[in-house]
């Protein structure tokens, strides 16, 4: 996996894209991008004030492509981009907390409709009873210290995953909604993928 900061990541995918493709549109666009944060899988990029309109030159077709292929190879696998209408990273915090809002609202509106909310709020208490544990450890910012607190919680992920997915069967999508959201939580706090994390607790699962 690249260990490029987010500036050298974007600048050298800027770089080999105008080398492989002379458009001037596409270099105004590629020029007036503000990178803003490297996730999981994907880049989210902002735009200078008043050049939003040139993000189609980025968003589709062929160039789209062609900037994603060089960004993976930079990452050292699958990277995707994200356009958004923001220039700072306080911006897109923003939108992205409003996006998980919506995405909150959606759960909740899916486990009334399937009559399980006391399955999903079960799962929201056991999410802050996560956040509680993670926010009281000491020199969090280590990756060891955040790697050793997935292994601690692992077995209570099983265990509180064993009880609720035990429900009847109308509660199993808001489980498996729920049981996501906790991962996307996990990987929030800890950087470590989401998947990743979920392919961990499937191999302790079929051990146990």
């Known amino acids: 996996m690249s260990t490029l900061s987010l500036e050298e990541v974007w600048n050298k995918t800027v770089k080999e894209v ?19 944060s490297l996730e999981e899988d994907h880049i989210v990029l902002g735009f200078k004030p008043g050049t939003f309109h040139l993000r189609t030159h980025i968003e589709t077709g062929s160039n789209r492509l062609l900037i994603e292929e060089v960004l993976s190879r930079l990452m050292g696998k699958p990277y995707t981009l994200k356009v958004v209408e923001a220039t700072s990273v306080e911006e897109w915090q923003a939108i992205r907390a409003k996006e998980q809002r919506i995405e909150e609202v959606e759960v909740e509106e899916f486990a009334r409709r399937k009559g399980t909310m006391n399955i999903l709020r079960e799962w ?5 009873e996560l956040h509680r544990m993670y926010s009281s450890l ?3 910012s280590l990756p060891q210290v955040r790697a050793y607190f997935l292994y601690q919680v692992m077995p209570r992920i099983l265990a509180k995953k064993k009880e609720l997915y035990a429900e009847d069967e109308a509660s199993k999508e808001t489980n498996e909604k729920a049981f996501a959201r906790l991962l996307d939580r996990l990987s929030s706090w800890t950087g470590v993928p989401s998947p990743l994390i979920a392919l961990e607790l499937l191999k302790r699962e079929k051990e146990g």
């Open 124 to 128: 929201e208490r056991f999410v802050l």
């Open 18 to 36: 105008k080398e492989r493709n002379f458009f001037p549109p596409f270099w105004q666009a590629l020029d007036s991008v503000v990178p803003l």
């Open 138 to 140: 000491p020199q969090r």
